[in-house]
């Protein structure tokens, strides 16, 4: 058989593994299954890719494959579990940079070779294979650096930000027009990867932490269609189906961040959320009277309950309290309590992140429900106990027009007769606005460390 | 690259969109970081590219084979530790009996 049918074969079947993979990643009972699946079909299609013709240095390639393999192997068996943000981030980041690199690869070859001549649709697929690639790089790694603290994690703000951004991108469309219309023109080419490189830095540097989720999806998506426009780039329909598939997941899991949150992906990505309304009342004129209750009256509390919901944040995190979490939630179960977890779809820095955290700690799937299905059930709920979440709890997103967050919807964490809250001290969320829930009549604080302080609670519980 | 493959190849795109959308919309939120983190490893399709991209010509160095030796450097990273971490995850994820 022609080697080339083995090969376009080969990337039929790691197409369907794929989608199939993509498929059994819905289901917790197949998802492992299905990411095997997925590995797979990298496996076949790279094997596939090494039998092409042309393809003639082995060597280098295998060495370069094993440097990737071992950075890569080394950073997933050694992260933890907290810094998965992060960690998707400077990968969609190095998937940018690979779709830049193999661009500009194509480029310089095709500019190159005597016999070749780059035209309209080539230059198209390059300048936008470069283009979407560094902004997900940049980006990405802007994005790491706020996630793992090394930058700010605050929306950071000018003036002038929007203007300037689009004059960028509006030189950007200009340069790419003049590239295809002279692509022998290697300047035009030095000033789009210029620019793009830049635009990825200040399109995310203006959005804060919490809003992080939104972003990581997005560059996710932009990693998937930089892949989708190699792919063009190379003639070759793997690259396009399974750029296409990251694409989607992306852009879908971008719409349910910014659907939880009720901001439009404009607002998100116009940044500075938080910004304005949080420098004018920090000085804390705060009417609202918060009740403090000790480790001792807070295990008595829970004693005596007979359901618990608890609702954990992105401060949950911080503090690594997960493990402390599990071990309360089982002391109360073996006490006949029902303890269930409510997960608010933008709790944490990214879509699912304290699904993860609590798995890792033990806890069955089962026992976290989303937003949607629990939330009438706060009413018949004797204590809520709320873990470092602020904004997803706070009343005013229901009653308040005038407040940031009204219309986003919330966990009715208020609806419970008792609510607990586990905080460090008193300041706003996010959103920058103070949390209402914290002055209502049965809303109790437990200031302190998450984590310290759900100890405490569990020694305190099983001294009863 | 001629129009008519040009016109192939979208078809291809818009096909499997339409695929992701479709089995993508149904994933759970409790899968929601394997999801992405499995899906960024498949992003690193262009591991693809980048060996098309190395290949000619064994320990003859010009700009265009630099590149795309970085760019499979880059592109392992992502797919091996995207889909080694997405394993991980998904050993813990658990149902008690």
Redesign the interface.
């Known amino acids: 058989m022609d080697k080339n049918i083995i090969i376009q074969l080969s990337y039929l079947v790691a197409s369907i593994l794929f989608i199939l993979g993509i498929k059994m990643l819905g289901k917790p009972a197949t998802a492992r299954r299905g990411n095997t699946y997925s590995a797979v079909a990298m496996f076949i299609a790279v094997m596939a890719t090494l039998l092409i013709q042309g393809v003639l240095s082995y060597t280098e390639i295998f060495v370069a494959i094993l440097i990737g393999s071992a950075i890569g192997y080394y950073y997933a068996a050694k992260v933890e579990m907290t810094q998965m943000p992060e960690m998707v981030a400077l990968f969609n980041g190095f998937g940018g940079a690979a779709s830049v690199l193999v661009a500009g690869s194509e480029y310089w070859r095709i500019s190159n070779e005597a016999h070749l001549q780059l035209n309209i649709v080539d230059g198209i697929t390059i300048v936008l294979s470069i283009i979407i690639g560094a902004i997900t790089f940049t980006g990405s790694v802007v994005a790491w650096a706020k996630l793992n603290g090394t930058i700010s994690g605050k929306a950071i703000v000018y003036s002038g930000q929007h203007i300037i951004n689009l004059l960028l991108f509006a030189i950007a469309v200009v340069a790419s027009v003049l590239q295809i219309i002279y692509p022998d023109n290697d300047l035009y080419f030095f000033i789009i990867i210029a620019i793009a490189l830049v635009l990825g830095i200040l399109v995310v540097i203006p959005i804060g932490g919490a809003d992080m989720p939104v972003v990581v999806s997005l560059l996710n998506s932009y990693s998937g269609i930089a892949a989708c426009f190699t792919g063009f780039v190379l003639n070759n329909q793997v690259l396009i189906i399974a750029g296409a598939l990251v694409g989607t997941s992306g852009i879908i899991l971008t719409q349910i961040m910014c659907k939880a949150m009720n901001r439009s992906l404009i607002n998100v990505l116009l940044g500075g959320f938080g910004q304005t309304s949080s420098s004018a009342p920090t000085t804390g004129k705060s009417d609202i009277q918060v009740k403090e209750v000790g480790v001792e009256e807070a295990a008595i509390i829970f004693d005596s309950a007979s359901s618990v919901i608890i609702v954990p944040g992105y401060g949950m995190a911080v503090a690594q309290a997960q493990h402390a979490v599990r071990e309360f939630a089982d002391l109360l179960e073996k006490k006949g309590i029902n303890v269930r977890f409510a997960i608010h779809p933008v709790a944490g820095r990214m879509p699912g992140h304290m699904n993860v955290l609590l798995a890792e700690a033990n806890i069955s799937y089962d026992k976290l429900i989303e937003m949607d299905m629990i939330n009438n059930d706060f009413a018949n709920t004797d204590v809520c106990l709320i873990i470092g979440a602020n904004d997803v709890v706070n009343p005013a997103a229901r009653n308040d027009a005038s407040s940031p967050i009204y219309g986003m919807p919330i966990l009715n964490a208020d609806k419970s007769r008792t609510v607990i809250v586990l905080k460090r001290g008193m300041s706003a969320g996010y959103a920058g606005v103070e949390n209402e829930l914290f002055g209502y009549d049965n809303c109790l604080m437990l200031f302190g460390d998450a984590k310290s302080s759900v100890e405490k609670l569990v020694s305190e519980i099983k001294e009863l | ?3 008519q ?2 016109l192939v ?1 979208l078809y ?2 818009v096909l ?2 339409f ?3 479709e ?37 003859m160095y ?4 630099v ?30 009996k």
């Open positions: 690259m001629d129009v493959t040009l190849l291809v795109l499997a969109s695929v992701g959308f089995l993508i919309a149904k994933v759970p939120p409790t899968l929601h970081t394997p999801l992405m983190s499995g899906s960024n490893a498949i992003s690193g399709i262009t591991m693809v590219g980048a060996i098309l991209a190395s290949g000619p010509s064994p320990f010009n700009a265009s084979k590149l795309g030796l970085l760019a499979l450097v880059l592109a392992t990273i992502n797919v091996v530790g995207g889909y080694a971490v997405t394993d991980r995850m998904l050993k813990m994820f658990k149902k008690k």
